[in-house]
């Protein structure tokens, strides 16, 4: 607050933007969302990292009302995706991805995505399971890799691997969902969430409900739910069938604010 102060001190002003996700903690106090009210009245605007066609910034800020007209979608930002094509690597064709991100909280999704093989439709697959840098060294041992399993660190070619791969199977967090989005042909969700944590779970269920993912609810997580909603999105409309989302965003930030300052300096 003190250096936002002395920003808006110094003459010319300059521009004071936040930069959010597509969404925030859905659990936070009506105080709480008071205090990020008259904090946001410093700035000049929100640009919300985020597609409003997939996931709306209101269905998890109870603060939307008094917001929406400093807020700019941007669209998601996204690493590149490769293009499919003769000269697109082959890693991970047909392959089941089980990836945790930085696996802090993963070892439960790995644990049952293995137990899980031999009773989907894909058990005859090659699961990659991509191992966090975060994950216990202890979990990481306990992962064996076998006849059809493949257990190694987090890839530099994840997209890859996701565009290539029959099914993704993942966490919920902004980065790998958008990933998930540009590049996967089926994925299931299986968001980390707890009373105080939502935005998995948020993410996770607006995707849901149009249809896009499969979705393993957190805390019912086992063998047996994660296989049956496996077969029930292999059985269901690829990603690619849905209209692409936006992920300009990194693009559309950058000319937004350049637009402003522009203005501002004409």
Known sequence: MPLIEAARALQPRPLIVSSVRDVVRRSVSPQRVAETLETFSAFDAALIHADPGLVSFDRSFAGWGQVKSRAVYTGYVAATCPALGASTPQIGTGEVIVSIGGGAVGAPLLRTALAARALSPLADRTWRLLVGANLPMAEQAALAAGDGIVVEPARADFTTLLRN?????SQAGYNTVVETLCCADRAVLVPFGTARETEQTDRAAAL?????????????????????????????????????CNARGAAATVDWLRQKLDQATS
Do not use: C, D, K
């Not at 791969?165 to 199977?169: G, P, Q, V």
């Not at 019912?220 to 292999?234: C, G, K, N, Q, Y």
């Open 165 to 169: 791969a029959t099914l993704s199977i």
């Open 208 to 244: 849901a409900e149009r249809g896009m993912v499969g979705v393993v609810p957190s805390g019912t997580l086992s063998p047996e739910s994660l296989a049956a909603v496996i077969a029930r999105t292999l059985a269901g409309p690829s990603i690619r069938s849905f209209p692409p």
